[in-house]
């Protein structure tokens, strides 16, 4: 256990619906990262959060927003779901920017049918 | 942005032998460098990572090494065990406060043959 955990482990769910990904950092971190995985592309960076703030924005869709609450947890929406979307979705987080060693938890599979 | 190539995308070697895999990136900016292993269902998990002023960096058979001027930095593991098949992600980042991104390789597979 990493310590940063996420919710649901897995998800399916049809085209053009909206899904939320909840994710819980480890105990001290206040930095939140979100990650997409797909199988041909890798890991790329949606977004940061440090504190409740938005700090830094990879490609994230328009379709795809996120926040981070007053208790560190942060929620990932995505609406208008498209086949493509069918991706892991990673949540990471860490004490602070600049700390490095980033602590991701297992993920969240989504599947879009 | 910065761009991080990692080769090769695949790797299988004797139990026993050494594996090494390599990274490139092209923001001169770039000051950590971390290594991640992920296990099949499992999130990444770091192994290991450098900074811009260290060259070189060991943990047991583990071991990174990172040239500045070539923008290249390399992940090396030595008496390969079973338990070390994973797929391996290089990163690299610049810390800006405030402005923060981690940008991974496409990843390594690694199978250790018995």
């Known amino acids: 256990d990493s310590g940063v955990t996420q919710t649901p482990k897995h998800l399916i769910t049809a085209t053009g619906q909206r899904v939320t990904l909840r994710c819980s950092p480890r105990?001290?971190?206040?930095?939140v990262y979100w990650y997409q995985q797909s199988l041909d592309q890798g890991l790329q960076f949606l977004i940061q959060y440090y504190n409740g703030e938005e700090r830094a924005k990879g490609n994230i869709l328009e379709r795809f927003s996120a926040q981070q609450f007053p208790d560190l947890h942060s929620e990932l929406n995505l609406s208008s779901l498209e086949l493509g979307d069918s991706a892991l979705y990673f949540c990471?987080?860490?004490?602070?920017?600049?700390?490095?060693?980033?602590?991701f938890g297992s993920g969240t599979r989504l599947t879009v049918v | 942005g910065e761009n991080v190539e990692q080769h090769p995308s695949t790797l299988s070697v004797q139990e026993g032998d050494s594996a090494v895999i390599k990274c490139t990136y092209s923001?001169?900016?770039?000051?950590?460098f971390p290594w991640y292993k992920q296990e099949l269902g499992k999130g990444p998990q770091l192994i290991i990572d450098i900074r811009s002023n260290v060259g070189e960096k060991k943990d047991q058979r583990i071991a990174v090494t990172l040239n500045k001027t070539a923008k290249h930095f390399s992940l090396h593991i030595t008496e390969t065990q079973p338990e070390d098949s994973a797929v391996y992600f290089c990163a690299a980042s610049s810390f800006d406060f405030g402005n923060e991104k981690l940008t991974f390789g496409t990843g390594t597979r690694l199978t250790i043959i018995p």
């Open positions: 990471a987080s860490s004490v602070s920017p600049g700390t490095g060693g980033y602590t």
């Open positions: 923001d001169s900016a770039s000051n950590y």
């Open positions: 105990s001290g971190d206040l930095s």
